[in-house]
C-alpha cells in the first residue's frame, strides 16, 4: 500500500479497482472523470482486485494526491477509513466492506452494469453464476443508493429487484469532450472503412457485426484486446470459413495517439453491443463528428436520441440494412444525422455528470 497525499478526512471517498492508466473499460472513464473534478472534499482508494501482489508507479495515477493504492489482501486496513458517504462502483469490491469499514457511513453503490450474461435467461438472470449473485445483492442490499448509469439500466434493475426500486436513482455517465478543430467528414468521400474499438466480449456483438459484412463491399477494421481467446477463434474461424480475411483486419488494442489514429481513418464507427448499459464509445464517436451506426438496446438508445442509424441487434440483417443506408444516404442526410449526434453531447458532459453527483451527496449528507 502507498499514499499519494491520502488525508483520510474526506466527505466522499471512492474505493473503485480503475484509475489513472489501470484501466478495464467505462467504469475507469467514468472514474478518471470524477478524479478530474474532484474537489478537496473527495478522496479515492485504488483496490488492486488481482490475486497477485503488484507494484505501483506514482506516475499511473494522475495528479498524484487524495490516492490511495493497496492490493486485495490489504483491503482490512480500510477499518481506518474516515468518511460521511463511501461510494463503491463494482460489486467484486463487496468482500471489503465489513461491518466496522461501513459503520456510521452511507454508502453509494454506482451500477455500471448489472452484471448478468446478454440475454439474461429468464429463469436465472444471472445464468448460474450464483457467486456473482451473492456479491451483487450483499452490496445492493447495505447500499442507502443505487446509481444506475442510464435509464435502461434502472428498467432492468428494477424489474429483477422491485424491492430497490425506491433507492435507484439515474445518472448519466459523462466525458469531457475535446472539441475537434475539425470534423470527420469521411463520409464526404468515401463509405468503404468501417470499425470497432472495445473489449473482445460476446457481449458486444463482434462476431454477429462480422457476419454482417459479409456480403457488403466494405472494410472492417477490428481494435481490441485478445482477452478472450475462445470467442476469438470463433470470429477467426468465420471470417476464414466465408473468405473475409481480405475485408476484416485486426488492429489490436489502441490507445492514445493510436486510439487517435484508427477512429480518425474510419468512415464510420460501429457499436454493435447486444446490450450496453451506458455507452462511452458512442460519445468518443460523436466528440469528434464520426459517424455511429449503433445497436439500439440499454443506454446506447438513450445517447443516440432521434438518430437515424440504430438497430436491433436481435434481429439478423438489420446492422447490414443500417450500413447500406449509410452507404447510399446523402451528404447533406448524414450530416444531418451528424448534427444530431453533435447535439446530444452536452447531456452528456463531464461537468453535467458531476454536478448531478454534488447534488446527490447534498442529499444524503442532509438525511444523515
Known sequence: ?????????????????????????GAGTYMNEMYRYRNSDTGFVYMNLDGQVQDFYATDFMEQRDILIMNRDEAYKLDALKCDILVVQFFELAFCLTEDIIKNKKIVYVMHSVPTPEPPPKDDPFGGHYDIREKFERLCDISDVLVCVSKAEKMKLSSMYPEYEEKIVVIYDGITYKRHSKLNTNYENSRKIFGYIGRMDYRKGILECVREFKNIDAELRIACPKNDDLYLEKILAYIEGAGMQDRVKFYGWCVGERKENFLDSLDALIVPSLYEPFGYVALEAM?????????????????????KYKYNPYNSGKLAEKINNFISDSNDEVKRQQDILMNNMDRFSANVMVSEYEKLWSSILEDK
Open 1 to 25: 500500500m502507498f499514499n499519494l497525499n491520502f488525508s483520510n478526512n474526506y466527505k466522499v471517498v471512492h474505493i473503485n479497482n480503475e484509475l489513472g492508466k489501470c484501466l478495464v473499460g
Open 287 to 307: 466528440q469528434r463528428g464520426l459517424p455511429v451506426i449503433s445497436s439500439n438496446n440499454g443506454g446506447l438508445d438513450e445517447i443516440l436520441e432521434g438518430y
